[in-house]
């Protein structure tokens, strides 16, 4: 099976429909798929929602599918960072379900491992516990979350073997492995495609059998969220 694709718009062809849910990796706009959100804003869908952190900022990451009105839901944990979620948001043209941080990788982490729930203390007694079913054990109140799972995750690694073992860079990792176990069909992006067998096996951070689609995208901005630099 070929993994590996000549573009990202290649790897996005017949996959993308209105109204499916994506998982998207990255934290800011650290380990972001740039050449894929790019390729997903020019498919045109709309209707998405997208599971993220966040939704970058405005004009680069996610903050280019707000623009376009292509995204209806975001399941998120932070929010800022980007004035034209936040006018969405406010106008009720956007929805938004507000997830704990901690809460949102678990949710993620049991999608992928096949759990479809499980309690955590996190939000009991706040808007985060509305609706949702809550339960004592020893003592202590916990609320019950529902996994995640995605029909497609979008991914930013480092290196990629032609089967779609990956090897991730630093903090870069953040939501990326999540997003990938989580979702029906990955697509990853990569700095660097190398043969089956030049990977250290004991360095491989995701097992390719998560992996369905690679892109090669050797020369990505990775712009920096905010710049501070001494006078």
């Known amino acids: 099976m070929n993994k590996v694709y000549a573009s990202a718009a290649e790897a996005m062809a017949g996959v993308i429909e209105d109204g499916m849910t994506l998982a998207v990796g ?6 972001i798929p740039e050449a894929l959100i790019d ?4 498919t045109g869908k709309k209707e ?7 939704a970058g900022v405005d004009g680069f990451g996610l903050g280019k599918l707000l623009e376009t009105r292509q995204i209806k839901k ?4 932070y929010v800022g960072e980007n004035k034209e979620f936040e006018r969405q948001f406010l106008a009720g043209e956007l929805e938004l379900e507000f997830t704990p941080q901690g809460t949102l990788a678990e949710k993620l982490r049991a999608g992928g491992a096949g759990i479809p729930a499980f309690f955590t203390k996190t939000g009991y007694g706040t808007l985060v516990a509305e609706g949702k079913e809550t339960r004592e054990f020893d003592g202590e109140w916990y609320v019950m979350e529902r996994s995640l799972v995605a029909d497609v995750g979008l991914v930013k690694a480092w290196k990629a073997d032609k089967s779609g073992n990956l090897m991730f860079n630093k903090t870069a990792r953040n939501f990326n492995p999540l997003a990938a176990m989580a979702s029906k069909l990955c697509i990853v992006e990569v700095e660097e495609i190398v043969e089956i067998g030049e990977l250290d096996a004991d360095q491989i951070h995701l097992p390719g059998v998560y992996v ?5 995208n050797a020369t990505p901005e990775k712009r ?3 710049r501070t630099v001494r006078s």
């Open 212 to 216: 369905q689609r690679i892109v090669l």
């Open 39 to 42: 390729a997903l804003r020019d």
């Open 224 to 226: 920096i969220e905010q």
């Open 48 to 54: 998405l929602t997208a599971i993220s952190n966040n």
């Open 74 to 77: 975001m399941i998120s944990s």
């Open 26 to 31: 990255g934290f800011g706009l650290c380990g």
